[in-house]
C-alpha cells in the first residue's frame, strides 16, 4: 500500500477545488458576511465612478479614498489590539510593543494622507497600502498570532480592494 505523504492529509497542502472550498469554507459566516459586505464600497465605487458624469466623478473617487482610508485605519486597529493583548500577557517584550503599535498606526496615516494628495496619488497609494497590510497580516497569521481563516478572508478582501482601488486609478 502506497504511503500517504503529508501534504495529502493537510488541508494546508491541498490543491484543487477541494483546497478551494476549504479555503473559503475555514471564514467563520459572520466574518465572510461583514467582510464581503465591506467590500461593496469599493466595487460600487470605482466601477460606479466611470459611470458618473465628469462633474460627479471627484466625489464619487473621494468617497472610494475616504472610504479606503477608514478600512485602512481598521486593519491597523486590529494590530493594535493583537499587541496590547499579548504585551498584557506578559507573552512579549517591549521591543515586540513598539513594533506592533507602528504597524497598527501607520496604515491610519497614511489613509489620512491620501486624503490630501490628488486621487492619482491617493489610490495607487492606497492600493499598495492594502497589499502591504496583507502581506504584514500573512505573516502574523504565518507566526501563529492570528487564525488561519483570517489570512484567507485578507486575500480575499485584499483582492477585491486592490483591484477596486486600481480600476479607479486607471
Known sequence: MPQQSSTDSN????????????????????????????????VALSIGG????????????????AYGAVILSFLGGVHWGRAIKAFDQG???DNFLWVSLGVSVV???????????????GLPVLAASFAAMLLIDLQTVKSGQFPTWYGNL???L???V???????WL
Open 11 to 42: 488541508p494546508q497542502y491541498a490543491s484543487g477545488p477541494q483546497r478551494d472550498e476549504r479555503f473559503f469554507a475555514s471564514i467563520p459566516v459572520p466574518a465572510r458576511w461583514f467582510g464581503l459586505t465591506g467590500a461593496i464600497p469599493f
Open 50 to 65: 466611470v459611470f458618473l458624469s465628469a462633474a460627479h466623478q471627484p466625489l464619487a473617487y473621494f468617497t472610494l479614498v
Open 91 to 93: 507573552s512579549v517584550a
Open 107 to 121: 496604515p491610519s496615516l497614511i489613509g489620512w494622507l491620501t486624503l490630501l494628495v490628488p486621487m492619482t496619488i
Open 154 to 156: 485578507r486575500v480575499i
Open 158 to 160: 485584499s483582492v477585491i
Open 162 to 168: 486592490i483591484a477596486s482601488l486600481l480600476f479607479a
